[in-house]
């Protein structure tokens, strides 16, 4: 049996399942991630004092940071946004605004906004969450990528060239 860490990205990447024609799948299972993001955080606090001063403050600068990723990702797809994974027909390749700093900015601003979400709250199990998320949107890309590869010829240069999820980081 092949060991994981010797594959090839590409080989990982085509048994990642479609979840429908168009990776509908994907988006029901993103939207479950989220609904268990937000019920976490009101489980109630975890802990208290300065920590969680400190923990609320930042939470919000990333809850910030994620929405801004989030809305100019959208913005900047325009006519070429759509709910689902696999990219539209007649769609084109976008490579700037912040698709210059990463190649999934509304995942990004997801996964930043619900760890943002997670410390804000002081909820262990919500940090939890927004890391599964993290993990989700990492494999969600993954697929996306392949289909975004097969549609886009200069797909792999951009690729290449530009952070996956959380600028400067990932």
Same mark, same amino acid.
């Given at each position: ?43 109630? +606090?975890?802990?208290?004092? +300065? ?35 696999? +990219? ?83």
């Amino acid at each position: 049996m092949p060991d994981i860490l010797t594959q090839d990205a590409s080989d990982v990447t085509s048994r990642l399942p479609d979840l429908g024609p168009r990776g509908e799948g994907w988006v029901a299972l993103q939207g479950v991630l989220l609904v268990a993001a937000l019920l976490a955080g009101l489980l109630g +606090p975890a802990w208290s004092g +300065p920590l969680r001063w400190a923990t609320m403050v930042l939470g919000v600068a990333l809850m910030i940071a994620g929405a801004v990723l989030l809305l100019r990702g959208i913005v900047d797809l325009r006519e070429n946004l759509t709910a689902v994974p696999r +990219p539209k027909e007649g769609g084109r390749l976008i490579e700037t605004g912040s698709y210059a700093l990463v190649r999934h900015p509304i995942y990004g601003g997801v996964v930043v906004g619900s760890l943002g979400w997670g410390l804000f709250t002081a909820s262990p199990f919500a940090i939890l969450v927004a890391i599964a998320i993290a993990g989700f949107f990492d494999l969600k890309s993954r697929r996306e990528e392949a289909w975004l590869k097969d549609h886009y010829p200069g797909y792999e240069a951009y690729r290449a060239g530009t952070r996956k999820l959380v600028p400067w980081i990932y």
